[in-house]
């Protein structure tokens, strides 16, 4: 009875499927847990695993007197469905990883590249020959993108004057 009892408690622990002790006189004593699990993982997964797994064999020798072997057999459905929910939980987090990266990336990006709207706007309004410019203030843009506004508005200034020049004189 002792024995079953700790057959019964480490199969009921463990991932096993069953935990047999054989004596030397071929007499054995077999556990198996009440409930089979039942796996939602695909079958190409449970017959990998299965494939790796083997029984564990043990000799149980006590002051030099060999009594007989522990047989523990683990469970491929339990494994299979564990390895299943956290390689499930891994995808959810690498999903969600990945979207908080790329919203991480797109908000400034977005904003960055909104200034650079506002230069074509800015361009298009001197080719089209407006008479007053304004100049461009982009204080939040990064710094090669506010160089790039202060040429442009250096030149704007420029073409102005030009232009009001070319006026009086004609």
Known sequence: DTVKRILNKASLRAKLSSAAFI???????????AEVIKTQAPAWLFKR?????FDANQIISVGGRDYGVLRLRLSAHAITEEIWRITQLAAIGAATSLLFGISLIWLPLRRWLG????MRAFESGL???ATHTTKLEVDDAPLEIRRTFEVLNRAASSLQIQRERAAVTL
């Not at 695993?49 to 797994?53: F, K």
């Not at 200034?115 to 506002?118: A, F, L, P």
Request: no cysteine.
């Open 115 to 118: 200034n650079i709207d506002r």
């Open 49 to 53: 695993i299965t494939a790796q797994l």
């Open 127 to 129: 080719d089209m020959g």
């Open 23 to 33: 004596d030397v006189s071929g007499g054995i004593i077999l556990a198996e847990p």
